[in-house]
């Protein structure tokens, strides 16, 4: 009993005492993915804005210079 009583606080404590860095939560990749220009740009051309969806791709390509090395459908 005196070892289930000390493995239970064990654990109890142990949660109050996670380092930080395991507790923060995941980036969204929609915030951070640099395709996030490609799938604006796309949006836009199918909403038949083509000025916009112009922009968008250009800033993808920017962003992705080796894009245009790659052969992966986009």
Known sequence: MKRISSL???T???TFF????QATAQSTLSYTDASIHFR???EYFES????AAKTEFAQYLQT???I????DGN
């Open 64 to 66: 992705e210079k080796s």
């Open 48 to 51: 038949r804005n083509y000025e």
């Open 12 to 14: 109890t404590l142990s």
């Open 18 to 21: 996670i380092p930080e860095h």
């Open 68 to 71: 245009l090395e790659k052969n």
């Open 40 to 42: 604006n740009g796309r």
């Open 8 to 10: 239970v606080c064990l």
